[in-house]
Antibody, heavy 121, light 110 residues
Framework: QVKLQESGPGLVKPSETLSLTCTVS????????WSWIRQPPGKGLEWIGY???????NNNPSLKSRVGISVDASKNQFSLKLTSVTAADTAVYYC???????????????WGQGIRVTVTS | QTVVTQEPSFSVSPGGTVTLTCGLS?????????PSWYQQTPGQAPRTLIY???TRSSGVPDRFSGSIIGNKAALIITGAQADDESDYYC??????????FGGGTKLTVL
């Protein structure tokens, strides 16, 4: 059974960089696309971006150049960096795996439990 | 910018059938948007129900089904149960490597 686990600091100061890691167990990170999603308190889900195990990435244009997603296949992990954070970045952050039969992705199949990150001074 | 639209709220009687929809502020949803559906209860991570329009995820009861109805993706719940009371989100592939969630539907079973 594939499991995803987010980790990182739960508090980040305004203007600093939010850094989270997703550790994959029960399966290999290779061969798949991986994603970050967030959910501000009381609001809906927001797609942040994805990374392929080869390093190909894409992210939400609304987050502009603040988002960086990387992968470390040797550790079976992928990571999120979000720079210049403000209170609006306070959210539960989820990592997830795309379901991509035959190389065409059509949704997520596995999710992490989420990690709450608060931006506060 | 195109937005993914969902009904903010819906209610259904126990045992009833409800159709939740996922549309676009401009244009029609088709299978090429690879619609998928997720169920979320308070304090929990989302659970995948449907991907690729109509394929149920492993372990999902067959009273959950997905389809395209008219110009929208749809999640149909037949024989609604009390524990179906949740928030439901759709996710669409918008092209050029961009994905977008709908705003979610809060389903009440009463």
């Amino acid at each position: 059974q594939v499991k995803l686990q987010e980790s990182g600091p739960g508090l980040v100061k305004p203007s600093e960089t939010l850094s989270l890691t997703c550790t994959v167990s029960g399966g290999s990170i290779s061969g798949y696309y991986w994603s970050w999603i967030r959910q501000p308190p009381g609001k809906g889900l927001e797609w942040i971006g994805y990374i392929h195990y080869t390093g190909q990435t894409n992210n939400n244009p609304s987050l502009k150049s603040r988002v960086g997603i990387s992968v470390d296949a040797s550790k079976n992990q992928f990571s999120l960096k979000l720079t210049s954070v403000t209170a609006a970045d306070t959210a539960v952050y989820y990592c997830a795996r795309y379901h991509c039969p035959n190389g065409i992705c059509n949704g997520y199949d596995y999710w992490g439990q989420g990690i709450r990150v608060t931006v506060t001074s | 910018q195109t937005v993914v639209t969902q009904e903010p709220s819906f209610s259904v009687s126990p045992g009833g059938t409800v159709t939740l929809t996922c549309g676009l502020s401009s244009g029609s949803v088709s299978i090429g948007y690879y619609p998928s559906w997720y169920q979320q209860t308070p304090g929990q991570a989302p659970r995948t129900l449907i991907y690729n329009t109509d394929t149920r995820s492993s372990g999902v009861p067959d009273r959950f089904s997905g389809s395209i109805i008219g110009n929208k993706a749809a999640l149909i719940i037949t024989g609604a149960q009390a524990d179906d009371e949740s928030d439901y989100y759709c996710l669409l592939y918008m092209g050029s490597g961009i994905w977008m969630f709908g705003g979610g539907t809060k389903l009440t079973v009463l």
